[in-house]
Antibody, heavy 123, light 107 residues
Framework: QVQLVESGGGVVQPGRSLRLSCAAS????????MHWVRQAPGKGLEWVAL????????YYADSVKGRFTISRDNSKNTTYLQMNGLRSEDTAVHYC????????????????WGQGTLVTVSS | EIVMTQSPATLSVSPGERATLSCRAS??????LAWYQQKPGQAPRLLIY???TRATGIPARFSGSGSGTEFTLTITSLQSEDFAVYYC??????????FGQGTRLEI
């Protein structure tokens, strides 16, 4: 079954860290660039980060640059989002998403999403 | 950063009717635009990419059009399961990838 399953969310105090995981199955994970997209409660979608299929390239939204790090382990079919220095504005459901076409990673739109994991930053 | 603006914020229609949703980009995104549907508690679902190509398994009542800065998602003969929030997303000039703020389609 082709799917993405996120984990690692929870309640964390401002300034603390959290690592999210996204486990992929049912497709050749190492062929695909992967992204994280988040959604604050009752709000729209915000792109967070990208990692290329081989992990050699990363991009970040300005709102998380310097605080978040995306990575992947192709041997485990998993991508990660290390979140440091968390702020209240990081409270959101965080989704991992797969680009639709592995050959066109530079035209990123997403045909496979996980169910999301909620991160709540609160004292 | 390319800003995506969707209108209207909320659209009220009846089952069986036609809905037209708009998305405008602050600068040209060519045809590198996608539409997503999101229902409460669910992840977004890809409907349209390349402005007008339906994604796998998407019914023919969903269609997309436009290029450059003006785009439209049209849903004909609305079904009850179509009532949701719809987002457009540009992927022509990134990072950052940017989404519109969404249009809520309600009965």
């Amino acid at each position: 079954q082709v799917q993405l399953v996120e984990s690692g969310g929870g309640v964390v105090q401002p300034g603390r860290s959290l690592r999210l995981s996204c486990a992929a199955s049912g497709f050749n994970f190492s062929d695909y660039a992967m992204h994280w997209v988040r959604q604050a409660p009752g709000k729209g979608l915000e792109w967070v980060a990208l990692i290329s299929h081989d992990g050699s390239t990363e991009y970040y939204a300005d709102s998380v640059k310097g605080r978040f790090t995306i990575s992947r382990d192709n041997s485990k079919n998993t991508t990660y989002l290390q979140m440091n220095g968390l702020r209240s504005e990081d409270t959101a459901v965080h989704y991992c998403a797969r680009v639709r076409d592995s050959s066109y990673w530079y035209l990123p739109h997403f045909d496979l999403w996980g169910q999301g994991t909620l991160v709540t930053v609160s004292s | 950063e390319i800003v995506m603006t969707q209108s209207p914020a909320t659209l009220s229609v009846s089952p069986g009717e036609r809905a037209t949703l708009s998305c405008r980009a602050s600068q040209s995104v060519s045809s590198n635009l996608a539409w997503y549907q999101q229902k409460p508690g669910q992840a977004p679902r890809l409907l349209i990419y390349s402005a007008s190509t339906r994604a796998t398994g998407i019914p023919a009542r969903f269609s997309g059009s436009g290029s450059g800065t003006e785009f439209t998602l049209t849903i004909t003969s609305l079904q009850s399961e179509d009532f949701a929030v719809y987002y457009c997303q540009q992927y022509n000039n990134w990072p950052p990838i940017t989404f519109g703020q969404g249009t809520r389609l309600e009965i």
